[in-house]
Nanobody
């Protein structure tokens, strides 16, 4: 029904930047929260950033000031601009969409920060 497709992951050096994109398709309630989560091996999935339909944002303390989440409602796409990347940012990043009725997840995209 609803599909989220992420792109933009890859290998980057510490201090570098990367931009993730997530395009949504299907029947989606107009009011929703989209966000990015990440999960490293052996660790729980954690929220990175979220954004509402009208643009209200929240960030994890660990990424505040370095990452920026944004969305284009016309394109049904959410972005995550990641700057000043650190090795501890290495994880699989998942796109998420949450409405009053349901929650959906993307397939995940690998982000590796290493020299």
């Amino acid at each position: 029904q609803v599909q989220l497709v992420e792109s933009g992951g890859g290998l980057v050096q510490p201090g570098g930047s990367l931009r993730l994109s997530c395009a949504a398709s299907g029947s989606i309630f107009s009011i929703n929260i989209m966000g990015w989560y990440r999960q490293a091996p052996g660790k729980q999935r954690e929220v990175v950033a979220t954004i509402t339909t009208v643009g209200n944002t929240n960030y994890a303390d660990s990424v505040s000031g370095r990452f920026t989440i944004s969305r284009d409602n016309a394109k049904r796409t959410v972005y995550l601009q990641m700057n000043s990347l650190k090795p501890e940012d290495t994880a699989v990043y998942y796109c998420n969409l949450k409405s009053a009725a349901r929650q959906y997840w993307g397939q995940g995209t690998q982000v590796t920060v290493s020299s």
